[in-house]
């Protein structure tokens, strides 16, 4: 991105959109619509792990449907930790990262040695292997799931106790994702992991050991994605097996290929439709999951790049036209 | 004097009962051309690709600089100094010219976990790229898509990213396929100025490109090579006369 | 220890297995032949239960329901191929993956607003309920049929696959489809065949289970992926590897839901045998899964030869 970059349409739309992200507990004031910050928290959480699997998926081609566990071994962080009345935050964190980069690292060193369809089969059903260990351990609730009682605690103007806290934690993490994956599109490893997703032969052929940079994405991706775990968690206030399941996990490819695939901020707009139609659907027909998978059948079938694709589209269309 | 820059060894592949390398052994001399010729499914290929690392043989090894590589994969061989391109072009096509070719030499400049500054900042990988670009004749089209340029370019291309390598041996599997009469008199012209210095191990069709290039040749028939030495020698030999020359080039 | 126990809980294994080897071997060909990701074969094998389930309503048959709940598979398989499947063969397995997601989400739509989302429980005739002995075990009659119809298919399935032409050509397309294409044969009927066979052994998986467990609209994504990982172990494109694999995960799912907190508790105290057993078990197949990859990534019985 250049300065001519920032004159351009998608630039424009993206940067009221953060700038309205960023006064929304204003606005929801204002409005008089508080639960509406909540809508929006928990929208932005599942953003971050949306951006997360775009780091994956879009820059890297690994099509994984074992994503959501990640989400779950954050959530579950704070949980299994607070069950044990430890709240600190930092800890929380610690225990999130570590452990699903542990995860990851396991599972990804097994899962990246296949391709095609054994790949994607192998990570969905890596997930579920979590989802059962967590529904057999009666401790913690299992099936029922896990009531977080108490938010991770950090210290002074850090704290997330209430939601306006809570909502710059996400809004902050979200943000500096975005930023980490721009940055690492466009730096060495971006590139390596790019170049291997068009052409794998060609990019060993030149002295590049693949397997090692996809490893590495996928283990950064994990750990990422587990912090919105970690959000989530706290904003919950609950944590369930059901959140590690592969459907889980189609739906966040769901809504990274709305936002378009490969893009910087196409998780966060795919992300932002995606709920706001979920929202908006639902309060229509009990069965509103009709209309949703032949949206999602229809939108794939026409072979659409998404939110961004479209804006890039119509950026093209006004510079034609003056 | 000094040992082969490239030895193979016994070297065997076979495809159910099909030969595809059937014992074959081979010295390559450093700064050497060898061209390997031979009639279409003689195993030129596979040749290439067990040399390269990207086909394990059944049995035989394949020693480089003295050192046995049999064991090592496609990219620890491409570090070592082994460049290779590829038959049926092969480049990362969403990319123009230049990002292709800074990945070539980004490859040889340290390791590439790093994930903050931009590649297009990195000023000496930069000029190193429009280096290379130039010597293969390409630097004035940079900023276009591999996708975009012509079919011959791209080969050219190929060439010039197994050359930011900065390999001490290129592995070039038909450089001039598919090329008309103009673009293939280009490759040659690019080829014979990288003879000074490079060592080549050559598979071509192209006979007069091959009697222009070669110090030496080897003919491939089934699998196995039923001639090695200079261009003379290989033409006068009988076998070679029968199985592959032919009247027209004799 | 009781033997009886044993051999009881070895013939669910068995059961298990056969079922799962039903739902797999459709898959396995849809992957191995047309490289296609499908994940809503699930929704064929609920599809089959309450179709079977309806018939049997409406005309008392269990037989009648039988027919139907295979036939309307069958046919829901071919029209999936036809209008959903065939347009994405060419296009990349994340594409597959989000399409056969939203079938899924339709599917199962579909079966709440045509038959409730209260399940529905399928009465089976006289004949079939009760129980046989076989020497000092009593074993339920409906699940001897289950075995016996796996068996059945299986042995169809063999001379299909290895006897007939149509099997010759699934073979070979598991192993090479550009070498079938360039032969001149009509791949799109290959396809469709195969699409529409597939559905049709999972519908009669499904329909088989429905009355011990009755039909829901969410069974058939909690056994696709034991389904997924019965195709892996066994190698994408075999239905061999299919059969071996459905019975060796059948019978290690089972017998160690049954049996592996007490082999624990000789190792351990019986506190942490009990916590961890089912644990363990329920991820047993996973680890399996997880080993295979690590040795033999291939699978245990994978066609000749792998397409690119």
Redesign the interface.
């Known amino acids: 991105m250049n300065l001519r970059a920032l004159i351009r349409l998608r630039a424009l739309v993206y940067a009221v959109l953060l700038i309205l992200l960023a006064i929304a507990p204003l606005l929801t004031d204002l409005a008089g619509k508080p639960f509406m910050l909540d809508v929006l928290s928990r929208t932005l959480v599942l953003a971050i792990a949306v951006v997360s699997l775009n780091l994956i ?1 879009g820059f890297g081609g690994m ?1 994984s ?1 074992g994503h959501a566990a990640y989400l779950g071994i954050g959530a579950y962080s704070v949980g299994i930790a607070s069950y044990y009345d430890l709240y600190q935050g930092w800890l929380h964190i610690a225990i999130a990262l570590t452990s699903s980069g542990l995860f990851a690292l396991v599972t990804g060193a ?1 899962s990246l ?2 391709r ?3 790949f ?3 990570t ?3 997930s ?2 979590a989802y ?2 967590l ?5 913690y609730g299992a099936d029922d799931g896990l009531v977080i009682y108490g938010r991770s605690e950090f210290p002074g103007w850090l704290s997330m106790q209430d939601s306006r806290g809570l909502y710059y934690w996400i809004l902050g993490i979200l943000l500096a994702a975005l930023l ?1 994956n721009w ?2 599109l ?7 992991l ?2 291997a997703m ?2 794998d ?10 397997y090692r ?1 996809r490893l ?1 994405a996928y283990v950064i991706s994990a750990m990422m994605c587990s912090l919105a775990g970690v959000l989530f968690g706290n904003f919950n206030g609950f944590i369930s097996p059901d959140i590690m399941t ?2 889980r996990s ?1 739906e966040l ?2 809504m990274l ?1 709305v936002g378009g ?1 490969g893009s910087i901020f196409g998780p966060l707009a795919g992300t932002l439709v995606f709920v706001l139609l979920e929202e908006w659907l639902s309060t229509l027909w009990t ?1 509103w ?2 209309p ?6 229809a ?3 026409a072979g659409k790049g998404g939110i961004d694709d479209w804006l890039k589209r119509l950026e093209r269309v006004r510079r034609r036209n003056g | 004097m000094a040992d082969p820059l490239l030895q193979l060894q016994a070297l065997n592949k076979h495809y159910g009962g099909i030969p595809a390398t059937d014992n074959l052994s081979l010295d390559i001399e450093s700064g050497e051309v060898h061209a390997i010729i031979g009639p279409n499914g003689a195993g030129k290929t596979t040749l290439i690709a067990q040399i ?1 690392g ?1 086909l394990a043989p059944d049995s035989g090894r394949v020693v480089f600089a003295g050192e046995d590589i049999t064991q090592l ?4 061989r ?2 070592a100094g082994l ?2 391109s ?1 038959q049926i072009t ?6 123009t010219l230049l ?1 292709n070719m ?3 030499v ?3 400049s340290g390791h ?9 900042r990195e000023q000496g990988m930069r000029e190193s790229a429009m280096h290379y670009l130039q010597q293969v004749g390409l630097a004035d089209r940079a900023g276009l898509l591999a996708s975009a340029i012509s079919h011959g370019e791209q080969r050219q291309l190929e060439v010039g ?1 197994a050359l930011a ?1 900065q390999p001490r041996m290129l592995l070039l599997d038909e450089p001039m396929a598919g090329m008309g009469k103009q673009e293939s008199a280009r490759m040659v012209e690019l080829l014979a100025a990288l003879k000074q210095d490079k060592t080549l191990l050559l598979v071509e069709h192209d006979m007069d490109a091959v009697f222009f290039l070669a110090d030496r040749l080897s003919v491939l028939v089934g699998g196995r090579l039923i001639a090695t030495g200079s261009i003379d020698e290989v033409r006068q030999n009988p076998e070679v006369q029968r199985a592959y020359l032919g009247e027209s080039h004799a | 220890m009781e033997a009886s126990l044993f051999y009881s809980q070895l013939l669910n294994g068995l059961q298990l297995g056969l079922l799962l080897f039903l739902l797999a071997s459709g898959l396995t060909l849809i ?1 191995g032949v047309m ?1 296609f ?1 499908h ?1 809503s074969h699930g929704s064929f094998y609920m599809l089959g239960a309450y179709f079977c389930g309806s018939v049997v309503a409406w005309s008392g048959s269990f037989l009648l329901g039988v027919v139907a709940g295979v036939a309307a598979s069958f046919v829901v398989g071919a029209a999936v191929e036809y209008l ?1 499947a065939r ?2 063969y060419r296009r990349n ?3 597959h ?3 056969t ?6 599917f ?3 079966v ?2 045509l038959w409730g989302t209260a399940g529905m429980a399928i009465a089976l005739p006289d004949v079939l309920t009760g129980q046989v002995e076989l020497g000092s075990v009593v074993f339920p009659v409906y699940r001897l049929v289950i075995i016996a119809s796996g068996l059945a298919v299986a042995f169809g399935l063999y001379l299909l696959v290895g006897k007939t032409r149509l099997g010759m050509l699934i073979r070979a397309g598991a192993s090479n489809r550009a070498m079938v294409e360039a032969l001149g044969v009509d791949i799109d009927r290959l396809f469709l065949y195969v699409f529409a066979l597939g559905g049709a052994l999972a519908g009669l998986a499904g329909l088989l289970i429905a009355p011990i467990t009755g039909a829901s609209s969410g069974m058939g ?1 909690d056994i696709l ?1 034991v389904a ?2 019965v ?2 172990i066994g190698g ?1 494109g075999s239905v061999k590897g299919a059969f071996y694999a459905a019975l060796i995960l059948g019978l290690l799912d089972t017998l160690s839901r049954a049996y592996l907190d007490t082999l624990l508790g000789l190792m351990m105290p019986v506190y942490y045998a009990e ?1 961890a057993a ?2 363990i078990s ?2 047993l197949i ?2 399996l ?2 080993l295979v ?2 040795f033999r ?1 291939q699978g245990l019985f994978p066609p000749a030869i792998q397409q690119a």
């Not at chain 1, 466009?186 to 390596?192: D, K, Q, S």
């Not at chain 1, 032969?201 to 693949?210: D, H, I, K, P, V």
């Not at chain 1, 949703?292 to 059948?297: D, E, R, S, T, Y």
């Not at chain 3, 997601?101 to 339709?106: E, K, P, S, T």
């Open positions: 998926l099509v449907l097994i040695r296949t095609g369809v054994y994607i089969m192998i969905m059903a890596f579920q292997m059962f260990a529904v057999s351990l009666e401790a980490f940055r690492l466009n730096a060495r490893f971006g590139r390596v790019f170049g068009h052409n032969a060609r990019m060993q052929a030149l002295g590049f050991s693949t940079y590495a592969w459907t189609a490819i769901f290929i695939v069965y999951h009709l949703f998978g032949l949206l999602l059948i939108l794939v079938l | 390269a990207s994969d496609v990219a620890q491409a570090r460049a290779r590829f092969s480049l990362i096509l969403p990319m990002e800074m990945l070539a980004q490859a040889r590439s976990f790093r994930f903050w500054k931009p590649v297009s990213m390598m | 992957f490289d990701i994940l959903v347009p994405l397995h994340l594409d993956v989000l399409v997601f939203g079938l899924i989400l339709v199962d739509s579909l709440q607003i994504t992926i997924f990982v195709c892996i994408i916590t089912p644990a329920a991820m996973y680890l899964m997880a990859l690590a990534p």
